[in-house]
């Protein structure tokens, strides 16, 4: 009965190469982000979903794309992998955004870029 | 500006001590401030949250003293345990502005047995 579950929980890939992250929550928000923390481990936030809209989109290269299919699902695609990606990323998921209710993480997805 | 400047970036305490993080922020449309508590290969989880109308929130060990006219929160974990050893988050968001957190550069808090 996880809450917010990500898929696969590490990723090692070679530079180039197109991989995609899967993430799914069973809470019933209407709220999706992805966030990446770094080897420092500074937390950011890259995109935010409600209700299958993009709401948040940061400065972000075009290489990663977010598709929302439903809103219990959020998967974050990063083509052209490069060195500098190499980070975790986490999935999350809120009520509806605006009203600053708590952000539920899930377990992290470990990508390193060989 | 939209950062959030937390301190210090570790912290070693004694078990039983009090354990205090700090954090500092300059937009004054930040509104809510939660922190976060991540221990190893977890994700973050929240911890305690306080918006401004109040100067101090506790729950159990753990207490949040907000200082608007300062723009500085603080959290103080008393009689600080081993289980207590992660590293915390603070943040900052507005009301509005789609939920977006602005994190803090993160803790790592180590108590000695």
């Known amino acids: 009965d996880t809450a917010v579950s990500q898929t696969p929980k590490y990723l090692v890939t070679q530079m180039g190469n197109d991989k995609s992250i899967k993430c799914e929550q069973n809470?019933?928000?209407?709220?999706m982000y992805w966030y990446k923390q770094d080897s420092k481990k500074f937390l950011k936030i890259m995109f935010s979903?409600?209700?299958?809209?993009?709401?948040i989109n940061e400065t972000v290269p075009n290489r990663f794309s977010p598709k929302s299919p439903d809103k219990a699902h959020l998967n974050l695609h990063i083509n052209s992998l490069e060195l500098g990606d190499s980070a975790v990323y986490f999935c999350?998921?809120?009520?509806?955004?605006?009203?600053?209710?708590?952000?539920?993480f899930g377990p992290g997805t470990r990508l390193l870029v060989l | 500006q939209q950062q959030v400047k937390q301190s210090p970036q570790s912290l070693i305490v004694q078990k039983g001590g009090i354990s205090i993080i700090n954090c500092a922020y300059e937009?004054?449309?930040?509104?809510?401030f939660p922190w976060y508590q991540q221990f190893p290969g977890k994700g973050p989880a929240l911890l305690i949250a306080?918006?401004?109308?109040?100067s101090e929130k506790k729950e159990g060990r753990f207490t949040i003293s907000f200082n608007k006219s300062a723009k500085q929160f603080s959290l103080h974990i008393m009689d600080s345990q081993p289980g207590d050893s992660a590293t915390y988050f603070c943040?900052?968001?507005?009301?509005?502005?789609?939920?977006?957190?602005?994190f803090g550069q993160g803790t790592t808090l180590q108590v000695k047995p």
């Open positions: 999350a998921s809120s009520t509806p955004s605006g009203i600053q209710e708590t952000q539920y």
């Open positions: 809470l019933g928000h209407d709220t």
């Open positions: 979903y409600n209700n299958k809209e993009l709401i």
């Open positions: 937009n004054t449309a930040f509104d809510y």
């Open positions: 306080i918006r401004p109308d109040v």
């Open positions: 943040a900052a968001s507005s009301s509005g502005n789609t939920g977006k957190l602005i």
